[in-house]
Nanobody
Framework: QVQLVESGGGLVQAGGSLRLSCAAS????????MGWFRQAPGKEQWFVAG????????YYADSVKGRFTISRDNAKNLVYLQMNSLKPEDTAVYYC??????????????????WGQGTQVTVSS
């Protein structure tokens, strides 16, 4: 069973940047995809970005393309989400997740079997 722990959240002004980290420990699989999802208060959970451990294939929601970058460090079992040009609408709890998927399937939360506890990102206007 893999354990996922997010870090790096915080309060930032609009236009600023944050980098989230997700540390994966325990049993994992190099063929899996790591995803970032977010959930704002009273709203549904939405896919943000994903990356395959082995191939490095990346996926992004349209709302974050060009602003967010997902990357991974296979040696350290770390996944990062670099968030630039942050907007107030990016405010949410961000979750790291592990899934067995590829392509558009990785945009669906039900394809992920392990989740972190989340980290709060707040963007002030």
């Amino acid at each position: 069973q893999v354990q996922l722990v997010e870090s790096g959240g915080g309060l930032v002004q609009a236009g600023g940047s944050l980098r989230l980290s997700c540390a994966a420990s325990g049993r994992t699989n190099s063929g899996y995809t790591m995803g970032w999802f977010r959930q704002a208060p009273g709203k549904e959970q939405w896919f943000v970005a994903g990356i395959n451990w082995r191939a490095g294939s990346t996926y992004y929601a349209d709302s974050v393309k060009g602003r967010f970058t997902i990357s991974r460090d296979n040696a350290k079992n770390l996944v990062y989400l670099q968030m630039n040009s942050l907007k107030p609408e990016d405010t949410a709890v961000y979750y790291c997740a592990e899934g067995d998927c590829s392509g558009y399937a990785c945009y669906q939360a039900y394809n992920y079997h392990a989740w972190g506890q989340g980290t709060q990102v707040t963007v002030s206007s």
